[in-house]
């Protein structure tokens, strides 16, 4: 079993910061990407950003510029750095991640629970 907890989500102003934080934990041998999704109301799910295990990283274009992604290899957690916050950017966000799991080297996708981003003006 991997199990993936968010954490950072909360209330901020227009133009605001928020890092989200994502720690994979369980049956981990290994895991080859990790990116962040969201969802807001009435929207699909939409890939905002994902790095992979060599570093490589891609963003949603309505995101490039103002978020960033990076990751702890040895504490597998991946992070969200989210500046000038436009309240488009309000949804849910969800953490995944492509795990190589032990024994038996299954790679499946964990889903965290989400956490939520709300932006005002």
């Known amino acids: 079993q991997v199990q993936l907890v968010e954490s950072g989500g909360g209330l901020v102003q227009v133009g605001g910061s928020l890092r989200l934080s994502c720690a994979a934990s369980g049956s981990i041998f290994s895991i080859n990407a990790m990116g962040w999704y969201r969802q807001a109301p009435g929207n699909q799910r939409e890939l905002v950003a994902r790095i992979i295990s060599g570093g490589s990283t891609n963003y949603a274009e309505s995101v490039k510029g103002r978020f960033t992604i990076s990751r702890d290899n040895a504490k597998n957690t991946v992070y969200l750095q989210m500046n000038n916050l436009e309240p488009e950017d309000a949804a849910v966000y969800l953490c995944?991640?492509?795990?190589?799991?032990?024994?038996?080297?299954?790679?499946?996708?964990?889903w965290g629970q989400g956490t939520r981003v709300t932006v005002t003006s």
């Open positions: 995944n991640a492509a795990v190589v799991t032990r024994p038996n080297r299954y790679v499946l996708s964990a």
